[in-house]
């Protein structure tokens, strides 16, 4: 069914956009296919049974994740720390955290915005995308999307300035690629 699913989203581009291009698999495809994993959840016709041993790991796994993002936190406060210090003892806080402290430009953005937002108890793919949101009505859909349990896909149509967030699941995604990888 997860295959069958996977090649329905093409039928779907395709019907939709004409999209039959070597590079099939672009953001709106998998925006498409698990918009469409959703519907056949909810209908009933896509089930997954998780066992108790891999829905432990499933819970690991998070919980390691949203360590990772309490960590960020901290390098965030560590980094508007030494913007600080560096500020006070005439120093170019810039050159001293990447040079120095060896911590890009993008990865300092990621972890002030973490400490900004504060405990939000989502897993680092979600943290990440919303740190690289602007305003905050899209910093909270895809916090919510992140609640809402399953995300990593996440899409956005801007009609004006309204974003709808189509929001997936990483172990989905994950496999289903190495399943097309695999068979095609
Ligand atoms: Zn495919």
């Known amino acids: 069914m997860f295959t069958a699913i996977h090649e329905l989203a093409h039928h779907v581009m395709f019907a939709e956009k004409g999209n039959k291009s070597a590079c099939a698999h672009t953001q709106d495809f998998w925006a498409a296919f698990h918009s469409i994993l959703d519907i056949a959840g909810k209908k009933g016709v896509y089930r997954v049974e998780i066992d108790t041993d891999t829905q432990k790991l499933i819970d690991d796994a998070r919980a390691i994740s949203g360590r990772v993002v309490g960590l960020w936190r901290e390098l965030g406060r560590v980094i508007l720390a030494i913007e600080e210090s560096c500020r006070e003892n005439g120093l170019r806080a810039e050159d001293i955290i990447e040079r120095k402290a060896q911590i890009g430009k993008q990865s300092s953005k990621v972890a002030v915005a973490a400490y900004n937002m504060g405990d939000q108890g989502v897993g680092v793919d979600i943290q990440a995308e919303a ?54």
């Open 131 to 184: 740190a690289k949101q602007r305003d905050e009505y899209k910093r909270a859909a895809v916090i919510a999307a992140g609640h809402e349990g399953k995300t990593l896909f996440i899409r956005k149509h801007f009609h004006g300035s309204r974003a709808t967030i189509i929001a997936a699941g990483h172990e989905g995604k994950s496999v289903v690629q190495r399943k097309h990888f695999h068979s095609s």
